[in-house]
């Protein structure tokens, strides 16, 4: 019986430890799959930014400011806006850009330059998602949404992508100066895109 007893004891052990090795190589396995589709999510959400930077668009964006208490008092006393509204125009020779109601001026650098730019602020991405497709303006799109950390700031982006490879639309939220005490500046940027008989604006 004793002998019966050890042995039921060794198999139970054994099972419990082939159950437990079955479970970390599944849950390795499901780790790794979400690393797969984070990294795929984060591709497809660069390439379509990147992507602008080879095809002519105009966007618009709507851009507004939340002040936390550190940077109320700077806020009425410099006059610092609550909202913003500005526009871009890519022609795939230069790059123009106008905060309204101000005239249009053109970017200044190289598109090489624009180009490593539009890289650089996509390169860090991290906590990327492929989200439920959505229809925007009657096209299916497919919609990623991302984290990024330049600089002194957080970035949260949400892009929809349409079959050809390009934002549409994107949300953007911003956080500027972050810190355990709160930001002293939140950003959220609406910005929607228009592809097509792209011209430059008539620079005054």
Same mark, same amino acid.
């Given at each position: ?8 004891? !060794? ?12 479970? &970390? ?74 905060? !309204? ?5 053109? !970017? ?16 860090? !991405?991290?906590? &990327? ?76």
């Amino acid at each position: 019986m004793r002998v019966a007893s050890s042995a039921y004891r !060794l198999s139970t052990r054994r099972r419990v430890a082939v159950a437990s090795i079955l479970a &970390c190589i599944a849950a390795a396995g499901f780790a790794s799959q979400a690393q797969a589709e984070d990294a795929a999510a984060c591709k497809a959400l660069q390439d379509a930014m990147i992507a602008n930077t080879k095809t002519p668009y105009h966007s618009y964006a709507s851009i507004t400011f939340a002040y936390a208490a550190p940077m109320t008092v700077a806020h009425r006393n410099l006059k610092m806006p609550e909202a913003q509204s500005s526009e871009m125009i890519f022609t795939g020779q230069a790059v123009y850009f106008r905060l !309204l109601p101000h005239k249009w001026q053109a !970017l200044p650098g190289s598109l090489a330059e624009f180009e490593d730019s539009v890289r650089g602020s996509v390169s860090d !991405l991290k906590n &990327c998602k492929h989200l439920a497709d959505e229809t925007v303006n009657g096209e299916t799109t497919s919609v990623y949404r991302g984290d990024s950390a330049p600089q002194d700031r957080l970035v949260h982006t949400t892009v929809w992508v349409s079959s050809k490879g390009v934002p549409l639309k994107s949300e953007t939220d911003v956080e500027i100066g972050h810190s355990e005490g709160g930001d002293f500046v939140r950003q959220h940027i609406s910005t929607r895109y228009e592809y097509g008989s792209i011209q430059a604006p008539a620079l005054d």
